[in-house]
């Protein structure tokens, strides 16, 4: 039988908490072969390690988010080794760096509420001690990037790097950047989101990667898939903003399928061999 992977998700996410038995539900009957679920925080850890354990499916992922850098504890560091060595599936992210939360995020963005907003040098001695750990242990790691993919490129080029390669996520850089990322040892998630009318660049990118780097995410509860293409949908938020529902993860494939102008057989064998080459089994 034909499985989905999602390179990229949120399972922990408290927004996704009312909805949760639903959600398993419905991804049992897709089905959802593997979801790496990323943790962000020392806080959500644990949640992501408790997922885990009663979902096989689930490939836990701790890391520092770059939006989290500026309010982690001081013991952050050896909490992130002690949670890798107490879990032997896990795997590394989300971690990276992100300039957008200093020059282009609102003061008033709900999300970044009550966070010390860290700067790119704090962000990048946490990304680099990050990345150092997951190239000693050959883990696979997942990286976010906003407005920082010359830094990221700087970073990555000069630093020790998993021999498996990493994961930049809902990649939206350039198509010349990606050749460079690519030498690197970079696979490239695709997003739903970029399914919007407004993200053609995006997608025009998507259509010349190498298809032996590709995987496919949700990121779910965020960037929602645009609602044609959201056969799945929650509970909004309070504000009103949409919730992505993991399972729209077979929108995303179907999305990618008609980018590549492949059968989605082709792709979801392709995708799969990928998922395991960098994630593994």
Partial sequence: MLS?????????????????????????????????????AESDWPDVTALAEAHPFIRPSYGLHPWNVGNAGAAWRDRLQFTLD??????????GLDRWILERAR????????????????????????????????????????DAWGALLDALRNAVRPARGFLLHAYAGSAELAREFAALGAYFSFNGYFL???????????????????LVETDAPAMPPPPEHRPYSLTGLADGNPLNHPANIVAVYAGLTALRDLPVESLIRQVDENFQRLFGP
């Fill in 196 to 214: 919007g009318k407004r993200h053609a660049p995006k997608r025009a990118t998507f259509a010349t990667l190498p298809l032996d780097r590709l």
């Fill in 4 to 40: 989905f992977f999602d390179a990229h998700n949120h399972l922990q996410d408290a927004w996704l908490s009312p909805h949760r038995n639903q959600i398993f539900t419905d991804l049992k009957q897709i089905p959802l072969a593997a979801a790496v679920v990323n943790g962000t």
């Fill in 107 to 146: 003061p008033d963005d709900s999300r970044l509420m009550g966070l010390r907003r860290a700067s790119l040098v704090e962000q990048r001695e946490a990304f680099l001690w990050q990345l150092e750990i997951a190239a000693q242990r050959n883990l696979p790691v997942t990286l976010h990037c906003i």
């Fill in 86 to 95: 107490s879990n032997p599936r896990a795997v590394i992210g989300e971690i």
